[in-house]
């Protein structure tokens, strides 16, 4: 007797494998498969079975979190090893309030949480209201001065009643997606009669909870929409029948707000009409985030799962940062032994938002106090160091045959242009990312194919920020070889942009000897004005200027550029250092080969 093939998916393979088995029986033998009607059955069956072993496939895939593709389907996945997907996150600022005219006696003006603010960002208005209730009190000098703290979003009320008579299971689903879940508050009302008000609060750690622990848990459910429910009187405080569930949250708009610098109440502020306020930027909005995106959760939950919470390894740090602060682009997390110089017992975390270089220091803190210290070893202290910028400038000559193309230089130049802007993007990204020189002049070369050649040098470039008139040390860690200079030739490997010292335009450069010296130009001619002023390890590309203090500097500027050559032209970052290239630092010349 012949046997059925059931390894095909194929639906002309499934048929074919029918007719052979059905060939293989005695009372087929002569049965014309390819004129009779039977052959219209076997179709039929062939599609049948394609379309249920599709169907059997698609199921399977999205029982496991790796195949899974609906969001649905992945989001249960990630649920099941404890993981809730971050929401979208709202964009934080902040701006100091000073409020005029305030009647003698007042003792402290409350700004109460959900005044509203206005702010644009081009022509497009985003709503802004105050993330928490600020007292402001007055100062020394009798001001009241405060800093008021922003969340971007309309601020949202949802009230439901909570019935232990309904046949169905009752769910509090919050209706709008594009919630911020770190907004979320959670209140609970006796009843409809009661004055009695008690706040949850989300629960993070089921080992600190009891059946009296007023907590409230949140996972992601269907349509990307979020619901809250509550214990069942052994983890956390159960709900009793009339009680009502008050939900107030923050509707988000995500990355779209983040950069805004102006903001204003809509009206007035804590009862103070506008012309009674002055206003200050003190941060601008950043951190806003969109929600988390299928790939991050399928990447992110088992290393979550295998943190358990806690924070050990570098792993662990790294993980529950990209859960909790889905703002954050780059995490990068050493120990102590490996900071310079030495600082054993602690840890350190340097972080990049997206849209931004550095967290807000209301976010660092909260970073430590709500993420970290809650999780990682108690004798561990945690230090959150600031991203180091190394930027790379670009000065690459390109030779191209004219012949061969219709493109003008200019549109080459464009071409040339938009390739290093790719390599940028994709090879420069994030903390562990090295630039390579042979690959940027592979991409240049490749960018268009009339192109027979390219000469390509690279500069690094280092920022300070240093303030006028205050005098200080300061020690920069390239953390890469320099080239030596030559000053017997006038050549510096490490040179600067200008300041003002005692009414001159000032200068940095190296002697190639392991020093650096102030000087000036006259007629492009370097005249020395003051030696020592620092050194540089040409080695380790460590950089040190000692007592600098500059007086002014050029009209529109408030920093002091680094131009530094150096010895290799592959560079590599190390510990907080992000290397990038900025669209300003790329100089592009074309020339045709005649």
């Known amino acids: 007797m012949s046997k059925i093939n059931v390894t095909e998916l194929d639906s002309k393979q499934v048929k074919k494998n029918l007719k052979d088995f059905l060939r293989g029986q005695d009372r087929f033998k002569d049965f014309d498969f390819e004129g009779s009607n039977i052959s219209v059955l076997l179709d039929v069956l062939a599609y049948n079975t394609v379309y249920s072993g599709f169907y059997a496939n698609m199921i399977a895939n999205e029982m496991f979190l790796d195949t899974a593709i609906l969001r649905e389907s992945i989001v249960s996945r990630a649920k099941a090893i404890g993981y809730t997907p971050a929401s979208r996150r709202s964009a934080r600022a902040s701006v100091l309030v000073q409020f005029l005219s305030v009647p003698t006696g007042t003792p402290e003006i409350i700004v109460q949480r959900g005044e509203k603010f206005a702010a644009y960002n081009g022509s ?3 709503l802004f209201t105050v993330e928490r209730t600020t007292v402001v009190r007055p100062n020394v000098d009798g001001h009241f001065i405060g800093e008021i703290p922003l969340v971007e979003g309309l601020r949202l009320s949802h009230e439901f ?20 879940t770190t907004s979320i508050f959670v209140r609970v009302k006796q009843s409809a009669t009661s004055s009695v008000v008690e706040n949850f609060t989300q629960n993070t750690d089921l080992n600190q909870i009891n059946e009296d622990s007023k907590v409230f848990f949140l996972n992601e459910v269907e349509d990307k929409k979020y619901e809250v429910w509550f214990g069942d009187g052994i983890l956390g405080r159960a709900l009793e029948d009339g009680n009502i569930v008050l939900i107030d949250y923050v509707v988000s708009s995500g990355a779209e707000a983040n950069s805004i610098r102006q903001f204003k109440p809509e009206t007035s502020l804590a009862g103070y009409p506008l012309n009674r306020l002055k206003f200050e930027t003190v941060q601008t ?20 799962y295998e943190s358990q919470n806690r924070a050990v390894t570098r792993n662990d740090y790294e993980t529950l940062i990209k859960k909790d602060f889905p703002e954050i682009e780059f995490v990068r997390v050493w120990g102590g032994e490996d900071h310079v110089p030495p600082m ?19 976010r660092k803190q909260q970073l430590i106090n709500e993420i970290i210290r809650n999780r990682n070893l108690v004798s561990i202290e945690v230090d959150i160091v600031e991203p180091d910028f190394l930027y790379v400038i670009v000065d690459s000559k390109v030779r191209f045959n ?13 071409q040339v242009i938009e390739s290093i802007k790719n390599f940028r993007h994709e090879t420069l990204i994030g903390f562990n990312s090295s630039f390579r020189y042979s690959k940027l002049v592979k991409i240049i070369d490749d960018s268009e194919p009339s192109i027979i050649n390219n000469s390509t040098n690279i500069t690094m470039r280092y920022r300070l920020l240093p303030p006028i008139n205050f005098a200080e040390r300061y020690v920069i860690r390239l953390n890469n070889a320099i080239s030596r200079g030559d000053s017997a030739n006038n050549i510096s490997a490490i040179n600067s942009t200008g300041f003002t010292l005692n009414g001159i335009t000032t200068y940095i450069g190296d002697n190639g000897k392991g020093s650096l010296y102030y000087y000036r130009l006259v007629a492009n001619v370097r005249i020395p004005i003051r030696q020592n002023v620092g050194t540089v390890n040409y080695d380790t590309g460590e950089i040190i200027i000692n007592n600098f203090i500059a007086q002014g500097y050029p009209a529109g500027v408030d920093y002091l550029d680094l131009y530094v050559k150096p010895a290799s032209t592959d560079l590599v970052p190390l510990r907080n250092q992000i290397i990038t290239i900025e669209d300003s630092d790329i100089n592009v010349t074309v020339e045709r080969d005649i």
Request: hydrophobic residues 30%; glycine residues 6%; charged residues 25%.
């Open 285 to 304: 909005a950043q951190s806003g985030a969109e929600r988390e995106s299928d790939q991050s959760i399928r990447q992110v939950a088992p290393m979550f």
């Open 124 to 126: 497009k208005r985003y």
């Open 344 to 362: 054993y017992g602690k840890v350190f975390l340097s972080v990049k938002p997206y849209g931004s270089t550095a967290l807000s220091t209301d």
């Open 402 to 414: 004219p012949h061969v193309t219709n493109l003008s230089d200019g549109d080459v130049q464009k």
């Open 161 to 180: 009643v909570y019935d232990v008579t309904s046949e169905l299971p009752q769910r509090f689903i919050i209706p709008n997606a594009n919630v911020d």
